[in-house]
Every structure is written in structure tokens, then in C-alpha cells.
């Protein structure tokens, strides 16, 4: 790299979002530097293990056809947990066993990465990897550059593209975000444990490429606001949890507590029985909502996921990777457009949130934003009614020699007697509106 050399962007992350905006940047023949604060691209990155990838099969066409993807997801368990049993409710898609597979599939991140990055790096990105990035360079109110560690130092560019993740100091730093409030993150921790193929295929009853995400909550982290999940590789399987960051701290509970009291759980024991502990990270997850995200632009510069806090907060989905992909995307093409009239102004970034608020990602975050506030009023919804749901329905299921209608009853007045009907109709009624 020549000293003072400078290019049309420099992208600081490459994770999702990241090395997708410098793919398509690199596409359309700008020059693009992607800097990495890791050894290599995915080895600083994780994430529960799920790839949704409306995006990415835009960005590159049938990319699972190379792409080191682990299993295409065609089963979808949710549980809720109580101190010992369980209550399941599973479904299996055979439609999902085609192309392109519900756009759904697991993936480890240190091998994912590494190959988006080199595709990336074919297109004609600049990768540096141990890339730390210490502040952005400014002229006035514009972005210009970055100070970095590496031997070359500064770097220069028409556009800064701020995708460093969820922690971003950058962002901090120019005054776009607030530092971050443990009310609005989530601790995750995930542990990658071998198992043989045809042990996880028999124990998950799926076979061949075939694959099964299990989303757990109520006892699985002790009640507290987050659930837990596993999902299926092709001879691992990646266990975790992810949970309020408030609760965590009030609790006094490491996130290593809470992935070993859910691995002991009877259900879970049974599911990851003899296997072999590869690897154990911790992270954290923004969970901003619409209402709380920062300022996305500034004169040339663009934040992209985590770092804008792009997630979606529903339960049911734990959506992070596709709006990630999303907002590099239209960052690429909103710096492409600025190119083309030479205005890397704030105004001229305009079309960045357009593209977002016409996408699915700021639709899918306005519909979501409620989610955060809920959890906290409403934290009966993770641990008692959980716990009372399990209870009711083994008392339902237990065989005996009472009358059926006699042990319907006594089901019913249990419930009645442990719950507020009033309480319980307004928490659905705006459960109901947050979620669905």
C-alpha cells in the first residue's frame, strides 16, 4: 500500500455488514480497503449460529452452492423450561428443504467469515487484518480518514463506512451513539460442542444437510429476561444463551452460570451428552429498538449493524445477520450514488435511511420497538407464567384414577388461584402487539 494513498472507502469491521459493503463496492469498481481488528475475519465475530440470508443471496446468487454453510434449517423447536420439564411445540417444513431454503441455515462464524471475506478480497477489496482503528479523522465536520495502529497509520478516504460492531467506540467517539446502557443489551454466550454426524442426526431426528434450531425460555435462564437455544451443525452443535444484561447484573450471574445450569437441565442434558467442548465465546447484542438508534450518517460517514444497532428483537426469529447484510448493502449503494454527484455530504447520504425505511429493516424494527419496554414491566411473562404453564400441563397430563373432568377442573382453579385474570388479559393484549 503506498503511504498517502487513498481510496473511494474504507470500510472498518468485516463482519456482515462490513465485508458486504465492501463486496459491493469492490463490484461496482471502487477501491475499498476493509480493515479487521482481528487476526483474520471471523475471528473475533460471533453469533448464535444462524444465517438468514435474504441478502446475502442477492449480494452473491446461490452462494450456499460454495459458501461453508453448516445446515439449512427445516425444523423449528420452541420450548419453555421450568426447574426439571418441559413443554414443546416443534414443526418441520419440507419446503424448506429446497431452494433457497427459507433463506435459513447455521453456520460457524471463524469459517463463514473467512470465506465471505475472501470473496470480498476476489472482488477486489484491500483486507488488512490486526487492522485497530483508534479514532476517525475529520476536517471540520467531514470524516476523511482513520488513525490506525498498523504500520502505514493513517488511512484515507472519500467515505468511512463505521461497521466495527456492537461496541463501537468509533461511534462513540463522533457523538452518533450513546454509550451503551445495560437496559438496552443483551450477554450472549455460546458454546460450540462435537458431536459425531450420525449421532446428531439420530438424536435430532433429521438427516443428511438437514437441520434443527431449538429456541428454549422461562427456566432455561432461571427466569430472567432472554432465552436460550441450540442449534445443529454438521458435527458440532452450537449451545448458548442470551439474556438482559440488567438482569444479569442484578442477579449477580455470570453467563457461564447460566449455560451450565441450562446444559444440566434433563431435556437439554440429553442433547449434548458425550459430546466435546471446541470452543466458548461471549459477546454482546444490541437491542436499541427503533426509538433508540443513533445517528447513522454524518459528512462521509455511514454506521452499519451492530455498531447502528441493527436487531431485531423479537424472540421467535433473533434476526441480527440479515439486517446487518441489509445495511451494508444500502450503505454500498448510497456511497455509489454520492460518487456519481461527488457529494459525500450528510444530505448527500440521504438515501442511506431511505433505503432503510423502505426495506424490511426499519419496518420490521418499528413493528418490534415494544419488545424491550414489555420485558421489563412485564418479567412474569419469563419466569411465573412459564413455570405455572409447565405445571398446569403436567398436572393435565398426569394419569390417574380421577375422573377426567374432576382433573380438568382442579387444573383450571389452580390456575385461577396462582394468576390475575386482569393482569394476564392486558400483559397478552400487549404482548399480542409487540410481537405478532
Given at each position: 500500500?503506498?503511504?498517502?494513498?487513498?481510496?473511494?472507502?474504507?470500510?472498518?469491521?468485516?463482519?456482515?455488514?462490513?465485508?458486504?459493503?465492501?463486496?459491493?463496492?469492490?463490484?461496482?469498481?471502487?477501491?475499498?480497503?476493509?480493515?479487521?481488528?482481528?487476526?483474520?475475519?471471523?475471528?473475533?465475530?460471533?453469533?448464535?449460529?444462524?444465517?438468514?440470508?435474504?441478502?446475502l443471496?442477492?449480494?452473491?446468487?446461490?452462494?450456499?452452492?460454495?459458501?461453508?454453510?453448516?445446515?439449512?434449517?427445516v425444523?423449528?423447536?420452541?420450548?419453555?423450561?421450568?426447574?426439571?420439564?418441559?413443554?414443546?411445540?416443534?414443526?418441520?417444513?419440507?419446503?424448506?428443504?429446497k431452494?433457497?431454503?427459507?433463506?435459513?441455515?447455521?453456520?460457524?462464524?471463524?469459517?463463514?467469515?473467512?470465506w465471505?471475506?475472501?470473496?470480498?478480497?476476489?472482488?477486489?477489496?484491500?483486507?488488512?487484518?490486526?487492522?485497530?482503528?483508534?479514532?476517525?479523522?475529520?476536517?471540520?465536520?467531514?470524516?476523511?480518514?482513520?488513525?490506525?495502529?498498523?504500520?502505514?497509520?493513517?488511512?484515507?478516504?472519500?467515505?468511512?463506512?463505521?461497521?466495527?460492531?456492537?461496541?463501537?467506540?468509533?461511534?462513540?467517539?463522533?457523538?452518533?451513539?450513546?454509550?451503551?446502557?445495560?437496559?438496552?443489551?443483551?450477554?450472549?454466550?455460546?458454546?460450540?460442542?462435537?458431536?459425531?454426524?450420525?449421532?446428531?442426526?439420530?438424536?435430532?431426528?433429521?438427516?443428511?444437510?438437514?437441520?434443527?434450531?431449538?429456541?428454549?425460555?422461562?427456566?432455561?435462564?432461571?427466569?430472567?429476561?432472554?432465552?436460550?437455544f441450540?442449534?445443529?451443525?454438521?458435527?458440532?452443535?452450537?449451545?448458548?444463551?442470551?439474556?438482559?444484561?440488567?438482569?444479569?447484573?442484578?442477579?449477580?450471574?455470570?453467563?457461564?452460570?447460566?449455560?451450565?445450569?441450562?446444559?444440566?437441565h434433563?431435556?437439554?442434558?440429553?442433547?449434548?451428552?458425550?459430546?466435546?467442548?471446541?470452543?466458548?465465546?461471549?459477546?454482546?447484542?444490541?437491542?436499541?429498538?427503533?426509538?433508540?438508534?443513533?445517528?447513522?450518517?454524518?459528512?462521509?460517514?455511514?454506521?452499519?449493524?451492530?455498531?447502528?444497532?441493527?436487531?431485531?428483537?423479537?424472540?421467535?426469529?433473533?434476526?441480527?445477520?440479515n439486517?446487518?447484510?441489509?445495511?451494508?448493502?444500502?450503505?454500498?449503494?448510497?456511497?455509489i450514488?454520492?460518487?456519481?454527484?461527488?457529494?459525500?455530504?450528510?444530505?448527500?447520504?440521504?438515501?442511506?435511511?431511505?433505503?432503510?425505511?423502505?426495506?424490511?429493516?426499519?419496518?420490521?424494527?418499528?413493528?418490534?420497538?415494544?419488545?424491550?419496554?414489555?420485558?421489563?414491566?412485564?418479567?412474569?411473562?419469563?419466569?411465573?407464567?412459564?413455570?405455572?404453564?409447565?405445571?398446569?400441563?403436567?398436572?393435565?397430563?398426569?394419569v390417574?384414577?380421577?375422573?377426567?373432568?374432576?382433573?380438568?377442573?382442579?387444573?383450571?382453579?389452580?390456575?385461577?388461584?396462582?394468576?390475575?385474570?386482569?393482569?394476564?388479559?392486558?400483559?397478552?393484549?400487549?404482548?399480542?402487539?409487540?410481537?405478532?
Amino acid at each position: 500500500m503506498a503511504s498517502g494513498e487513498k481510496f473511494d472507502c474504507i470500510v472498518v469491521g468485516a463482519g456482515p455488514a462490513g465485508t458486504t459493503c465492501a463486496y459491493t463496492l469492490a463490484k461496482a469498481g471502487l477501491s475499498v480497503v476493509l480493515l479487521e481488528r482481528g487476526e483474520a475475519p471471523g475471528s473475533k465475530n460471533v453469533m448464535g449460529g444462524i444465517l438468514y440470508s435474504t441478502i446475502l443471496n442477492k449480494v452473491i446468487p446461490n452462494f450456499w452452492e460454495e459458501a461453508p454453510v453448516e445446515r439449512r434449517v427445516v425444523k423449528k423447536v420452541f420450548s419453555v423450561l421450568s426447574a426439571d420439564s418441559e413443554l414443546q411445540m416443534g414443526m418441520r417444513f419440507e419446503n424448506f428443504n429446497k431452494p433457497p431454503f427459507n433463506n435459513t441455515f447455521t453456520v460457524l462464524r471463524g469459517k463463514f467469515d473467512a470465506w465471505y471475506a475472501k470473496k470480498a478480497e476476489e472482488a477486489g477489496v484491500m483486507i488488512l487484518n490486526q487492522a485497530v482503528v483508534d479514532k476517525v479523522i475529520t476536517e471540520g465536520k467531514k470524516a476523511v480518514g482513520v488513525k490506525t495502529r498498523l504500520e502505514d497509520g493513517d488511512l484515507f478516504a472519500d467515505m468511512i463506512v463505521v461497521a466495527e460492531g456492537v461496541g463501537s467506540l468509533l461511534a462513540e467517539r463522533l457523538g452518533l451513539r450513546e454509550r451503551h446502557v445495560p437496559e438496552h443489551m443483551v450477554t450472549c454466550c455460546k458454546e460450540v460442542i462435537a458431536l459425531p454426524k450420525e449421532v446428531i442426526e439420530e438424536r435430532f431426528n433429521i438427516e443428511g444437510e438437514e437441520g434443527v434450531s431449538l429456541e428454549y425460555f422461562g427456566g432455561s435462564v432461571k427466569g430472567m429476561v432472554g432465552s436460550a437455544f441450540l442449534y445443529t451443525n454438521k458435527e458440532t452443535i452450537s449451545v448458548g444463551i442470551g439474556v438482559s444484561t440488567r438482569d444479569l447484573k442484578y442477579n449477580k450471574l455470570t453467563p457461564n452460570d447460566l449455560i451450565e445450569n441450562f446444559k444440566e437441565h434433563p431435556s437439554i442434558r440429553r442433547l449434548v451428552k458425550s459430546g466435546k467442548l471446541l470452543e466458548y465465546s461471549a459477546h454482546m447484542i444490541p437491542e436499541f429498538g427503533y426509538d433508540h438508534l443513533p445517528k447513522l450518517t454524518m459528512d462521509g460517514l455511514i454506521l452499519a449493524g451492530d455498531a447502528a444497532g441493527f436487531v431485531n428483537m423479537n424472540p421467535m426469529f433473533h434476526e441480527g445477520s440479515n439486517l446487518a447484510m441489509a445495511s451494508g448493502l444500502y450503505a454500498a449503494e448510497t456511497i455509489i450514488e454520492a460518487k456519481k454527484k461527488n457529494d459525500f455530504s450528510e444530505g448527500g447520504l440521504a438515501g442511506y435511511r431511505k433505503r432503510l425505511e423502505d426495506s424490511f429493516v426499519f419496518k420490521d424494527l418499528k413493528r418490534y420497538k415494544g419488545i424491550s419496554n414489555f420485558a421489563t414491566k412485564h418479567p412474569e411473562f419469563f419466569k411465573e407464567y412459564p413455570e405455572l404453564l409447565v405445571e398446569l400441563a403436567e398436572d393435565f397430563f398426569t394419569v390417574s384414577e380421577t375422573p377426567k373432568g374432576k382433573s380438568r377442573m382442579a387444573v383450571i382453579k389452580k390456575g385461577l388461584k396462582r394468576v390475575n385474570l386482569l393482569k394476564l388479559a392486558i400483559g397478552m393484549n400487549r404482548a399480542r402487539k409487540v410481537m405478532f
